[in-house]
C-alpha cells in the first residue's frame, strides 16, 4: 500500500528543502509530491527558472535528477 502527498515548498521538510535549494539555489519550486510505501518516504520536486524545467527526486538524503527540460524560446 501507498500514499501520495501534494504540496508546495512551503509543505516540504526544512530538510529536504535545504537539499535541493543548495543544489538548485536560482529555481524555484513549483509542486512536490510525498510518495510513501512501507518504509520508503520519497519527494519527487518540480522546479523551474526562466530557461529550464527539473524533476527532482529525494529519499534519505540523497538527491538524483530524473528530468531537466530546456524551454522554448
Not at 500514499?3 to 526544512?14: I, N
Not at 543548495?22 to 519527494?43: L, Q, S
Not at 527539473?54 to 534519505?60: D, K, Q, R, S, Y
Amino acid at each position: 500500500m501507498y500514499s501520495l502527498s501534494y504540496g508546495a515548498e512551503k509543505d516540504l521538510p526544512r530538510d529536504i528543502r535545504y537539499t535541493v535549494k543548495r543544489e538548485y539555489i536560482d529555481y524555484n519550486i513549483t509542486h512536490a509530491t510525498e510518495a510513501k510505501e512501507d518504509n520508503r518516504d520519497v519527494w519527487l520536486i518540480n522546479l523551474d527558472d526562466a530557461d529550464s524545467f527539473i524533476t527532482v527526486a529525494v529519499e534519505n538524503g540523497s538527491m538524483e535528477e530524473l528530468s531537466h527540460y530546456k524551454k522554448a524560446k
